[in-house]
């Protein structure tokens, strides 16, 4: 009989180190003036606008999610 509560457990597990991460990054580096924008990231602003496009951010997180999901999947 397969045990349907094992792939539940890591899935908690992985969804609280997840919220556990954003916390931190928002924590430590919303504080920054630029939002906390990695190099590469897209920011203009001209006048009274302002838009923002986090491509690398975008870019690194899902390179973490990745490497963290295989690593759990193992």
Do not use: H, N
Request: aromatic share 10%; hydrophobic share 55%; glycine share 14%.
């Amino acid at each position: 009989m397969v045990c349907v509560v094992e792939p539940l457990g890591k899935m908690l597990v992985i969804a609280g180190l997840l919220l556990a991460g954003v916390g931190a990054i928002l924590w430590f580096g919303g504080s920054k003036g630029r939002g906390g924008l990695l190099p590469g990231d897209i920011a203009i602003e001209r006048g009274q606008f302002k838009f923002y496009f986090p491509i690398v951010t975008c870019i690194v997180i899902s390179l973490l999610l990745t490497l963290l999901l295989r690593w759990f999947r193992k």
